[in-house]
């Protein structure tokens, strides 16, 4: 199994710019998460999904937007860039919710720069 | 705001010693604890997970602690050796909803030779 992958490692985004970063899990694990890591801080949810066709807003979910057409794949979409969204962004996948105790697997991250 | 915490940014730790790595957390419904270890470059891996209902778990050189009375976490490392430097994490979610962890700031461990 690959796991999460994640792709483009990197990216550099002029303000304004629109951009997808793509998730996919080849785990057949229901529940995906997105979130951000910014300097020295720890990880912010930005959007999750419980299915395909389910998704809903995390902790930090302004100026993103995500689908789940399918169970593998979990975009996640910058529609106008701003610096503020200039941060390491990580994908993780879990075959249920974390509190039932099943761990979340990370994908290796994509770094995002907007200037 | 955050609901979980580490003591110390930094810890540097002999090789061939024990590490403790703290994290107090605030929300006294929290129900499941993670510890996840990342190395530079990568996305978080985990280490180990325990339930409110336990005290003590132990791994392959791994034990982690909760003391539900004072809110504490700790993570300790028996024999560190040079690959265990990374940043470390603690995460938990509450019982009120069970797909959200947070995640601490995190402590870098360095291991020096």
């Known amino acids: 199994n690959a796991g999460v992958t994640q792709t483009p490692k990197f990216r550099i985004l002029k303000i304004g710019q629109s951009m997808t970063l793509q998730c996919a899990q080849d785990?057949?694990?229901?529940?995906m998460y997105w979130y951000r890591q910014d300097p020295g801080m720890g990880l912010k949810l930005i959007y999750y999904s419980v299915g395909a066709g389910i998704t809903d807003k995390g902790e930090v979910p302004n100026g993103y937007n995500v689908s789940r057409s399918t169970t593998e794949d979990f975009p996640l979409r910058l529609e106008l860039a701003a610096p503020s969204q200039t941060s390491v962004y990580f994908c993780?996948?879990?075959?249920?919710?974390?509190?039932?105790?099943?761990?979340?697997?990370f994908g290796p991250g994509t770094r995002l720069t907007v200037l | 705001g955050e609901s979980v915490g580490l003591h110390l940014p930094t810890l540097s730790v002999q090789e061939g010693d024990n590490s403790i790595i703290n994290c107090a957390y605030s929300n006294s419904a929290s129900d499941y604890f993670i510890w996840y270890k990342q190395e530079s470059g990568k996305g978080p891996q985990f280490i180990i997970d325990i339930r409110s209902n336990m005290d003590k778990r132990q791994g392959q050189r791994v034990t982690v602690l909760l003391n539900k009375t004072v809110k504490h976490l700790s993570l300790q490392i028996a024999a560190t050796q040079p690959g265990d430097s990374a940043v470390y994490f603690c995460a938990e979610t509450p019982r009120s909803n069970d797909y959200k962890l947070s995640f601490g700031a995190g402590t870098t461990v360095t291991v020096r030779a």
């Open positions: 993780a996948s879990s075959s249920t919710g974390t509190g039932a105790g099943n761990e979340q697997f």
């Open positions: 785990m057949n694990h229901n529940y």
